[in-house]
């Protein structure tokens, strides 16, 4: 894959994976998960960003980007969605990381990714975090604590 292939699959597939976070956020807050929907839409919000720079590069290094997104399941389990989400972000970890090698020459395009990759972070951490939370309170708990905003 050239650099330009796997900056045009980022775009791809945070575009379609900001689209999954905000359909699964306005089915959380229509539910009443206040919290967890303002969450949830947050990282909707973060991925669409993120898209957004990629294309943004991809523009200044004189190409073309793509409309196109990534399909993703919409999830109406909450407890299925936290361990998509998780599978999701320990699988690319890796990946995103490994690409890091083909942006020696490309300083900008590394810094970019490198930043990716510790809100990749975060958010595997998140989301660790709260399954975890799961088993230590129960599901049934959890969920009255994602009610309230």
């Not at 898209?51 to 109406?76: D, F, M, Q, S």
């Amino acid at each position: 894959m050239t650099k330009v292939e796997l900056l045009k699959s980022y775009a791809k597939a945070w575009f379609g994976n900001s689209q999954q976070h905000s359909i699964h956020a306005q089915l959380l807050n229509q539910r009443g998960f206040k919290k967890l929907a303002a969450k949830i839409m947050a990282e909707s919000e973060e991925e669409l960003n993120e898209a957004k720079e990629c294309n943004a590069r991809l523009i200044e290094l004189g190409e073309l980007p793509v409309v196109a997104c990534e399909e993703y399941p919409v999830i109406t389990d909450i407890k299925e969605m936290l361990e998509y989400d998780c599978k999701d972000s320990q699988e690319a970890l890796p990946e995103m990381s490994k690409s890091l090698a083909m942006f020696e020459d490309d300083y900008v395009t590394k810094a970019m990714i490198q930043k990716f990759i510790i809100d990749e972070q975060d958010h595997y951490n998140w989301v660790r975090e709260h399954l975890n939370l799961i088993k230590e309170i129960g599901y049934e708990n959890y969920l009255i604590e994602m009610l309230s905003e």
